[in-house]
């Protein structure tokens, strides 16, 4: 009955946009369990205390001053959805009316092709510190996707309130870095406005997205060192059990994965993570955090691959 509706909300697109988002929504929802948030007073005192102790760890160990997000959600799955739609959307505004030759049908692929792609990482993604990227509100947000969690604790045979704890470190490891670096955000917003933009115009801007790799890859690398450091746990099997679940994925999950390309995420996290390795064991992680001082001090995409450069140029 879900894959029913959802193909009905597909094929019933409308509007005159190159995607529909009202079906969107309803097409991703109806193939997705939303999962309870139905949570004990011992689970919401644990996300909170996650919350506050992992902020206080990284402010120690990072040397960074920041705060959380006054936005904390718990949510479910079809929230999650909701939530990254309207992400979406605001990305894909310069598109504008833009639905190619055979406007039906254009956007009847579009809005089966965002339904999928939020379908799928909703049932997958496990929490997401969110700078609200183009939006007109400053207020950063932070979710957890307590159904995910709970199933991916049980796949991996370990504590549910331990991997929890873990997922937090690295949520509020993101959180650290838009906090210690006021100006990243609107970098961010400025690179992706001008990717979207020369797409809407028929053509790649190859020098804003590969800007957008760089700084993402950085943004990544350093909440894998930070959430490392900082944890308050032993983690290592944690994240080697998270990788062989990533190698064993089906072959459907596997294509699904690379057309959203979550293999290119998988990639920032583990170079940016080995750039920033290097710097703080020379550096410690507080020499590490000199990135966000400036936008500067940013590391270019040749040294990623050379963090010697990047000490040399940084000091």
Do not use: C
């Amino acid at each position: 009955m879900g894959l029913f509706r959802s193909v009905q909300a597909v094929t019933g697109a409308s509007g005159t946009g190159p995607v529909d988002w009202t079906a969107v929504a309803e097409a991703a929802k109806a193939s997705t369990e939303p999962g309870s948030i139905a949570l004990s007073t011992e689970e919401q005192e644990g996300y909170a205390d996650d919350v506050r102790e992992a902020r206080g760890r990284i402010r120690e160990v990072a040397a960074i001053d920041f705060d959380v997000p006054e936005s904390i959600e718990i949510q479910n799955r079809h929230h999650w959805i909701d939530a990254n739609i309207d992400t979406f959307q605001r990305v894909m505004a310069p598109l504008g009316d833009q639905v190619g030759l055979i406007p039906g049908l254009a956007r009847m692929v579009n809005t089966g092709t965002m339904s999928i792609a939020l379908a799928f990482l909703g049932n997958n993604v496990l929490g997401q510190y969110d700078p609200l990227l183009l939006a007109e509100s400053d207020a950063h947000s932070l979710y957890f996707v307590h159904p995910n969690i709970g199933k991916v604790a049980t796949m991996l045979d370990v504590p549910e309130p331990r991997f929890r704890r873990w997922i937090a470190f690295h949520e509020v490891s993101h959180a650290a870095e838009f906090g210690a670096a006021p100006w990243l955000a609107d970098q961010l917003e400025a690179d992706l406005q001008r990717a979207v933009d020369a797409l809407g115009e028929g053509s790649l801007d190859r020098e804003a997205l590969g800007s957008l790799d760089t700084t993402m890859t950085a943004v990544e690398g350093y909440a894998e060192l930070v959430m490392d450091r900082a944890f308050d746990g032993e983690y290592a099997d944690l994240r080697r059990k998270l990788d062989e679940r990533r190698q064993g994925r089906g072959p459907v999950s596997q294509l699904v994965r690379r057309l959203l390309g979550l293999g290119m995420k998988r990639r920032q996290y583990e170079r940016g993570k080995q750039f920033f390795e290097t710097v703080a064991d020379e550096r410690g992680v507080e020499g590490a955090s000199a990135v966000w001082e400036r936008p500067e001090n940013l590391p270019s995409d040749a040294e990623l691959d050379d963090p010697r450069a990047w000490l040399d140029r940084v000091r």
